[in-house]
C-alpha cells in the first residue's frame, strides 16, 4: 500500500464527545451543513462557519459514566436524516433513555472457559429485570418554526449490558430507502448469551425499518426479542445481516449501478475487520417467527453473517491465556470450537482485518475500530475510491499520549482478504491525548470528518475536536 499524508483542518472544537458527522441540507436552504451529535445528547449544525445547537435532548439521555468510572459506550448513538429531509423535515434517533437503569444480565465478568459447558451455554433469564438500560428509536420532525418535536417511537430496545450498543447506529439506505439500524451484540464480551447467532434476537442484528409505514403505537414495549414487539412494528422491520459484535454503522458506495455496502465489526482480544458485500436477502421478521412458531430453519440463503460469535473477523474467536511475562507469547485458545465449525461456511468473509498485535514496521496495533467511510473526492487523489477508517487508539508500550489512527483499504471483487495502509496526519495534539472516534462524510462522499476526544471517560466534558480531513 502506498503511503498517503493528509492534513486535519479543525473545524469546532471543545466539545463534547462526537458520536455522529454527517451533512444534510436543511429546508429552504442553499448549502449543505455539517451535522455533530455528541454522546451526552446534544446535535449541532455548522454551516459558512457559523455553529447553532440544532437539538439538545441531555434531558432525555441515561446518566453516563455513573457506573463505570467514566467511561460509557451509551448516549446518544443515531442520527440519520429522512432521503426527503429537505422536503418533510423526518430526522431519526438512537438514544438510551433516562430512567431506565437496571442491574445488568451479570453480576461477575464473563469469559468462556472450553473445559467449562456452563460458560458455553449461558441463557438470558429475567430478562424484565436482570438488564442495563433500554434505547429507543424515535422519528422526529423539524416544524417551520425551526423547532423539532418527536413524533413517534419505532422501537424500544432492551439491553443486556451498558456496551456494544452500536455508534453512528442509524443510516438510510440509498438502495432501499430504508433505515438501517445496527444494534451490537448487547455487551459484556464474547457474546455470552449468543445472542448474535439467535435468530429470534434483537441483539447482534443489522435491521431495516421500513419508515414509510405510518406505523404509530403509543410508547411500544421495550423488547429483546423479535415476537415481543406489537405486529404492527415487526411487519415494519427485516433482518439484513446477524454474526454481529459491535458496529460503527454501515456505509454505501455507488458501484456500476449497485451499492457496495461496509460494515465492520468490532474485535475482541484479536482483531478488527471490515466487511463488504453487494446482494443480500433480507429476512421479514413475520417469516423468522413463522419459522420460530413451527420451530423450523428459516431460509437464510441470501442472509449476511458476520461469524460472531464463532469467529472473530477471519479466526475462530480465541480467549487469552497469560502463560508467560511477554505478553506477545500469550496462549490463544479457541472459545466456541462448535460454534465456529456450525458457522464456517454461512460466514462472510472479512475484506480486511487488522490485529491487536502487529509488529509489522508499516501496520500498528489497534484498539477499536470507531468509523469507516467511502472517499470518492480528487481532492487526496491517493485516497480516491478507497475505503478510510479509523481506530480509536493505536495500543503502545510507552507512555507517550495516546493517539488514534487513519487508515485505508480498497474494495476487491475476488473475495480474498485485503491488505490496508496507515494515513500519517499532520495532527498537532502536543502532550494530550487524541483518540479517534467517529469519522463522517458529506452526502456525495467527497469529504471526510473525524472526531477527536481528549479523554476515554464521557465525564471529562468538552475535550472533543471535530476535524476536515484534507490534502
Excluded at 455528541?38 to 439521555?61: K, M, S, Y
Aim: charged share 20%.
Amino acid at each position: 500500500m502506498i503511503k498517503v499524508k493528509v492534513g486535519l483542518r479543525p473545524i469546532v472544537s471543545k466539545i463534547n464527545l462526537p458520536t455522529v458527522l454527517k451533512t444534510t441540507r436543511l429546508p429552504g436552504d442553499s448549502i449543505e451543513r455539517l451535522f455533530i451529535a455528541t454522546q451526552a445528547g446534544e446535535i449541532f449544525c455548522i454551516g459558512n462557519g457559523v455553529i447553532r445547537t440544532f437539538l439538545d435532548i441531555r434531558p432525555r439521555i441515561l446518566k453516563l459514566g455513573a457506573s463505570s468510572g467514566g467511561y460509557d459506550e451509551r448516549g446518544l448513538l443515531g442520527l440519520a436524516f429522512h432521503p426527503q429531509f429537505y422536503y418533510n423535515g423526518l430526522f431519526y434517533l438512537h438514544y438510551s433513555a433516562a430512567g431506565t437503569q437496571g442491574p445488568g444480565a451479570l453480576s461477575d465478568p464473563f469469559k468462556p472457559d472450553p473445559r467449562d459447558p456452563g460458560t458455553l451455554n449461558l441463557k438470558w433469564i429475567n430478562r424484565e429485570s436482570q438488564y442495563d438500560h433500554i434505547d429507543t428509536v424515535e422519528e422526529w420532525a423539524l416544524q417551520s418554526n425551526g423547532q423539532s418535536q418527536k413524533r413517534r417511537t419505532l422501537l424500544n430496545l432492551r439491553r443486556p449490558f451498558l456496551n456494544h450498543n452500536g455508534v453512528n447506529s442509524l443510516n438510510f439506505s440509498p438502495e432501499t430507502g430504508k433505515l438501517v439500524l445496527t444494534t451490537g451484540d448487547g455487551g459484556s464480551g464474547y457474546d455470552p448469551f449468543n445472542l448474535s447467532q439467535a435468530d429470534m434476537e434483537i441483539a447482534g442484528k443489522i435491521i431495516e425499518i421500513d419508515v414509510v409505514k405510518q406505523t404509530f403505537i403509543d410508547n411500544p414495549p421495550a423488547a429483546t426479542r423479535f415476537n415481543e414487539l406489537p405486529a404492527p412494528i415487526q411487519e415494519m422491520l427485516s433482518v439484513m445481516a446477524k454474526g454481529v459484535r459491535n458496529i460503527p454503522g454501515i456505509s454505501f458506495q455507488s458501484y456500476y449501478k449497485q451499492y457496495i455496502k461496509y460494515a465492520a465489526n468490532v474485535g475482541q482480544d484479536l482483531t478488527e475487520s471490515i466487511f463488504s458485500f453487494v446482494d443480500y436477502k433480507p429476512i421479514p421478521i413475520a417469516q423468522l417467527i413463522q419459522a420460530f412458531l413451527i420451530k423450523s430453519e428459516p431460509d437464510q440463503q441470501g442472509l449476511i453473517n458476520f461469524g460472531w460469535r464463532g469467529w472473530e473477523g477471519a479466526f475462530p474467536t480465541s480467549t487469552l491465556r497469560n502463560g508467560s511475562a511477554d505478553p506477545h507469547l500469550n496462549e490463544k485458545i479457541i472459545a466456541y470450537y462448535d460454534e465456529a465449525v456450525k458457522t464456517s461456511a454461512r460466514r462472510l468473509s472479512p475484506l480486511t482485518s487488522y490485529f491487536h498485535e502487529d509488529r509489522r514496521p508499516d501496520k500498528f496495533s489497534a484498539t477499536a475500530l470507531t468509523g469507516l467511510q467511502p472517499y470518492t473526492g480528487n481532492e487526496i487523489p491517493d485516497l480516491s475510491g478507497n475505503l478510510v477508517f479509523t481506530d480509536l487508539a493505536r495500543s503502545q508500550e510507552s507512555q507517550s499520549p495516546a493517539r488514534g489512527v487513519l487508515a485505508y483499504t480498497r474494495a476487491r471483487t475476488d473475495g480474498k482478504l485485503n491488505d490496508f495502509g496507515v494515513i500519517e496526519t499532520d495532527d498537532n495534539f502536543g502532550p494530550q491525548p487524541a483518540y479517534y472516534v467517529s469519522l463522517g462524510a458529506n452526502q456525495e462522499q467527497t469529504k471526510l470528518y473525524l472526531g477527536v476526544y481528549g479523554s476515554m471517560k464521557v465525564t471529562d466534558f468538552n475535550q472533543g475536536t471535530v476535524f476536515e480531513i484534507v490534502p
